[in-house]
């Protein structure tokens, strides 16, 4: 009975080890969301500033 308790003890931690890692992997990739979006303003604004100084004749 007392090995198959620390079975389950190790077996909860580690569980909780991978969830933490799982948890750090979301806020990274929460975080790379929010950069990728950044990036895509500013490609955005970069189109808009270079059609505006560089108008295409031809479509």
Do not use: D, G
Not at 6 to 12: A, D, F, N, T
Request: glycine share 0%.
């Amino acid at each position: 009975m007392s090995s198959e308790l620390e079975l389950l003890k190790q077996r909860v931690a580690k569980l909780e080890a991978e969830n933490t890692k799982l948890k750090q992997i979301i806020e990274e990739i929460a975080n790379l969301r929010i950069e990728n979006t950044k990036l895509k303003q500013i490609i955005k604004q970069n189109r808009t500033t270079n059609n505006a100084q560089f108008p295409r004749h031809y479509q």
